[in-house]
């Protein structure tokens, strides 16, 4: 496997660290926008 540079790439601390951020903030918003799927599911039902 090819070396690549870039924010994601190798086994540094930083990049171990923005790869946690990255994945923490895709778990909340996914779990805001199921949230606000669900509602609007709601509203669109009644």
């Given at each position: ?45 009644m």
């Open positions: 496997m090819p070396f690549t540079p870039g924010p994601y790439s190798g086994v540094s601390t930083l990049a171990l660290v923005a790869r946690a951020s990255a994945f923490g903030v895709g778990v909340v918003y996914g779990s805001i926008k199921l949230s606000i799927l669900k509602e609007s599911a709601k509203d669109f039902m």
